[in-house]
């Protein structure tokens, strides 16, 4: 099942929003000067460059089509594997399978998740927090919890746990581990997108270069 592109800049909790501003904005700004310093069928290595020319292994990040419509995306930022993609040959087009979204989107998050399991989610204590109270708020509205349901939840809120493994006993003790996903996800996820879309405006120059050149001819 495909997943609607839902933008997480939509969410409607202010720390996930924040959240996913700066990371968007951070990642993005450290690829801005990456360039091609490598590359063979189906993979690229980006890197920054000195000003003598030198590449800089800095945020230095390998992207590789891999065979059965695998994309590995990975280096200095830590790595991620996206899965999976089948509908053409081209390398150039499974990178824009992952480049060519805006941002990082649900859609994204999943061929992560295909790709890596959970490994793709991390722990954030603030935003964890800020989705349970959101989530409580709703339920309690909706009278979809019982009075047990809403006691256990204000409990916790009130001494909401420091760890991932304590707030999913949580959920099971307020019998809402199925409804909702406190982990967020992981700041690689953002770089080795910034990746893939650095990658895809250098291709595409590539491309504007070889046709002007094909246009004034020999």
């Known amino acids: 099942m495909t997943l609607p592109r839902i933008s997480r800049a939509a969410l409607p909790n202010k720390y996930a929003r924040e959240r996913h501003k700066e990371l968007t904005e951070e990642a993005r700004k450290a690829f801005a000067t990456h360039t091609i310093t490598r590359r063979a069928e189906g ?5 920054r460059l000195y000003p003598d020319g030198k ?17 590995y995306v990975g ?3 830590d790595h991620v594997l996206y899965a999976y993609y089948s509908d053409t040959r081209d390398p ?3 990178v824009a399978w992952m480049g060519a979204e805006p ?16 490994r793709q989610l991390t722990w954030e204590r603030d935003e964890a927090k800020d989705i349970l109270t959101q989530h409580y708020a709703w339920m309690k509205k909706e009278e979809m919890w019982d009075r047990r349901q809403i006691e256990a939840c204000q409990a916790v809120l009130e001494l909401f ?4 493994q304590e707030a999913s006993q949580a959920l099971c003790d307020i019998d809402c581990e ?14 080795t ?5 650095r990658l895809l405006v250098l291709l595409g120059g590539e491309k504007d270069v070889l046709r002007k050149q094909q246009e004034m001819g020999p």
Do not use: C
């Not at 945020?59 to 994309?71: C, D, M, P, R, Y």
């Not at 997108?193 to 879309?197: C, F, I, S, T, V």
């Open 43 to 47: 993979r690229w290595l980006l890197q």
């Open 92 to 94: 150039v087009d499974k």
């Open 75 to 77: 280096g200095d930022i």
């Open 55 to 71: 590449p800089q292994s800095n945020f230095a990040t390998e992207i590789v089509s891999l065979w059965g419509g695998a994309l």
């Open 193 to 197: 997108h910034a990746a893939l879309q």
């Open 178 to 191: 199925s409804e909702l996903e406190l982990r967020v996800p992981h700041p690689k996820l953002y770089y």
């Open 103 to 118: 941002e990082v989107t649900s859609y994204l998050m999943q061929k992560a998740s295909i790709g890596m399991g959970e």
């Open 161 to 164: 746990p420091y760890t991932y």
